[in-house]
């Protein structure tokens, strides 16, 4: 896999062309990102479409893992949305990296989370309400 910097030419630097880069070259579906990260599928479309833009960052972080981001480029993709990066000062950030690192997923690291204590990832609001009165 390239660097992030080969992908970060032209003008649209924004986080939707960054996952439909990352789509397209992982040979990704929206739908298998969607239930691997644990998010509604719907919610998960609004916001690789553009048409939703999330305040939370733990929604970001779990489709760039289900995504298979290396941690280069999920680093990427948060600062793309304007959140703040992994960090490994954080106590909870360094779970987190630790698990992008290894290779885990969303809910292999999710249950390391809680084993230490900490909130897993939150999945959207709507993930259990599914695509009804939407």
């Known amino acids: 896999m390239g660097s992030v910097r080969g992908r970060r030419s032209g ?15 992982k040979h990704l579906k929206r739908k298998d990102i969607a239930q691997r ?25 779990g489709l760039c893992i289900a995504m298979e981001m290396d941690l280069e480029e999920l680093q990427y993709a948060l600062k793309l949305n304007e959140f703040i990066q992994l960090d ?3 106590p909870r950030d360094k779970v987190i990296l ?17 084993k230490k204590g900490f909130s ?7 993930h259990s309400a599914g695509e009804r009165g939407h």
Request: hydrophobic share 35%; with cysteine.
């Open 11 to 25: 003008t649209d630097n924004t986080f939707v062309h960054f996952a439909d880069q990352m789509i397209a070259e």
């Open 37 to 61: 990260a644990g998010i509604d599928q719907d919610y998960t479309y609004k916001l690789l479409r553009g048409v939703k833009k999330t305040a939370e960052r733990d929604y970001i972080l």
């Open 88 to 90: 490994d000062d954080r």
């Open 98 to 114: 630790t698990g992008v690192l290894e290779g885990l997923d969303v809910m292999e690291i999710n249950e390391v989370l809680v």
């Open 120 to 126: 897993p990832l939150k999945c959207s609001p709507d």
